[in-house]
Each structure stands twice: as structure tokens, then as C-alpha cells.
């Protein structure tokens, strides 16, 4: 029997409130447009958006994880539909046709909890990291071959790890050593023994893992993709709610978003008219001290809220 891996939505009422401008008042008319969840993972917040909709609404999901399209499937509602594809894939819908863009981009419980999936350095399990299992080379397969300069790299840059060397230097001398690294326990040990120094109650591995995970996965290029096509797709009016988890994540979201916050002028012609902003900064939302007691996973979330403007 398979293991029910549980997953608690983050900011659920609040990323829906945003989505649709309104609050949980059971008197605000239902929603008749259409909707995009690009990140569905367990479809707590998808279930949510269904029951504020109209029965002419629509709500278009996109996950790129075998196990979520496969939970998405279990939705029997006219109204839903689910692809299997990352989320950058947005950019393939018509212009100007959506009425709210949903974005959370943590990775979900189950696959965290689910050894098989290599994604945490608290399970032994495959290193694999690949949110889609049915392509991609997964993380033991990249470490076969990464050179040492490549590999500080992405830990440098993706985890923003200062030992970020260190750690290369070593798993290519391991690989040389006695072969590939195939395990995700196997990592974490030889980071710890590598990393002498950390944060206290902060496990060496995690911004090891952090890194690959993102990299593996292309998971800010895919942010900045899906992003971009955002002001494509939204409808004047239409809203963005963006969660995010870490400040490499954060950073590209409020920078997107101050940049098309405001009027751009050319100072190559000072004359010309300026490029009128594109969206409207609206709020900046933090979980709740209860939701974070309930769900500590939560308490580095972030939500940034944008509305598309009419120009």
C-alpha cells in the first residue's frame, strides 16, 4: 500500500484572498473567469480556488511531478484541468485570457518525506532531486561527470554555500576514490565531515542539497520563464501571488515586480513618452504565528502580491 505523504497548503486562504480580491465573506459572488494554479503539488490551494468559482469558471493547473498530475487526476470537476509540465509552460496560454496567476514554489511534503525521491538529507534514499522523474538526469547522474569548478558553483551560487569549494573538492575526490556518489545519506556525510562550522540547529547538508535540488531542476530560470509570460497572459485587472521560500526565490520575484512597478524611461531619448508600469505592487504576506507553530515548514514563506495593470 502506498504511503499517504501528507502536505499542509501554505498561506491557503491568504494565496486565494489575493488571487480573487476579495475575502473569505461567504457573500462574495463567485468568480466566472479563469484561473491558472502553476504549481498544483497536492492541490490545496486548486480545491480552494474550485470552490470560489463560478460554475463557468475555469482553473487550469500545470505540475511537472508524475505523483501531483496523478492526485490532480482524482479531481472529477469540469472545470479543472491539470498538465503535466513545468509551470514556465504558462507562457503557452493565450494573451491576456487569464484573471489570476497562482504560484507557490516550495516543494511539497510528500516529496520531501518520500525517501525515493532523494530529496532530503534526513532520509536515505536515491540522489535523485528531479521534480519530474520521467526526464532529466537526476543528481548522482550530474555528479558522475560535473567537474570540480562546476559543481562549487552551482553550491555557491544555488545555496549561497561559503564552503561551497570544500564540499567540490571533496565529492570529486570521493568519486575518484571509491566511485559516484548514489545516495542521499552518502552526501550529507561527507558534507558534514567537510563542513566543520555551521549555524546551530542547521544541519551542514541543507544548503548542499538546496543547491543541487534547484539546479537539477533549472528551478530559477523556470521562475523568471513563467514570470515574464505572467504579463502576457494576465488580463488587465487580473492578479499574480507568487509564495516563495528561500531569498534566491524572493529576490527575482521583488525584483520583477519593482521593475514593472513603474513608469521605464529611455535615457537614450529623454523626450520620447516612458513605457507605462505594467503591474501594481500590492502586498507582501508573512504565515501567521499560528500557522507556523502548526506547520513550521511554513515560517520562511513569503508571498508577494502584484496586479496587472491596464496598460
Not at 4 to 23: G, R, S
Not at 115 to 143: C, H, I, K, Y
Not at 260 to 271: G, T, W
Request: aromatic content about 6%; glycine content about 6%; overall charge negative.
Amino acid at each position: 500500500m502506498e504511503t499517504p505523504w501528507n502536505h499542509a497548503t501554505v498561506l491557503l486562504n491568504e494565496a486565494v484572498d489575493a488571487l480573487f480580491n476579495n475575502t473569505t465573506d461567504p457573500s462574495a459572488p463567485e468568480a466566472d473567469g479563469t484561473y491558472v494554479d502553476a504549481t498544483f503539488g497536492r492541490g490545496g490551494h486548486s480545491r480552494l480556488i474550485l470552490s470560489r468559482l463560478s460554475p463557468v469558471g475555469r482553473l487550469i493547473a500545470f505540475d511537472r511531478d508524475p505523483e501531483a498530475v496523478a492526485q490532480a487526476n482524482a479531481i472529477a470537476d469540469e472545470r479543472f484541468s491539470i498538465r503535466h509540465e513545468a509551470f514556465s509552460h504558462v507562457a503557452e496560454l493565450p494573451g491576456a485570457s487569464v484573471d489570476g496567476i497562482l504560484m507557490d514554489l516550495g516543494v511539497s511534503s510528500p516529496q520531501i518525506d518520500n525517501p525515493v525521491r532523494g530529496f532530503s538529507f534526513r532520509f536515505d534514499g536515491p540522489l535523485d532531486m528531479r521534480m519530474d522523474t520521467t526526464r532529466g538526469e537526476s543528481v548522482a547522474q550530474w555528479l558522475e561527470t560535473a567537474e570540480t569548478n562546476q559543481i562549487a558553483e552551482v553550491i555557491r551560487e544555488y545555496g549561497e554555500e561559503r564552503f561551497a569549494g570544500p564540499i567540490a573538492k571533496a565529492i570529486v575526490a570521493r568519486r575518484q576514490e571509491r566511485g559516484p556518489i548514489s545516495t542521499t545519506t552518502e552526501l550529507a556525510q561527507l558534507v558534514a565531515d567537510t563542513v566543520k562550522t555551521r549555524e546551530p540547529g542547521k544541519d551542514p547538508a541543507t544548503r548542499t542539497f538546496q543547491a543541487f535540488r534547484i539546479f537539477i531542476n533549472a528551478e530559477l530560470e523556470e521562475l523568471q520563464q513563467a514570470l515574464e509570460a505572467c504579463l502576457h497572459i494576465l488580463k488587465p485587472g487580473g492578479r499574480l501571488a507568487v509564495i516563495s521560500f528561500h531569498s534566491l526565490e524572493d529576490r527575482i520575484v521583488k525584483q520583477f515586480i519593482a521593475k514593472h512597478a513603474k513608469d521605464e524611461y529611455d535615457r537614450r531619448a529623454p523626450f520620447a513618452a516612458p513605457k507605462v508600469m505594467k503591474l501594481k505592487a500590492l502586498d507582501r504576506i508573512k504565515p501567521s504565528k499560528d500557522e507556523v507553530s502548526g506547520n513550521p515548514r511554513s515560517r520562511s514563506a513569503i508571498m508577494r502580491v502584484a496586479q496587472r495593470t491596464a496598460a
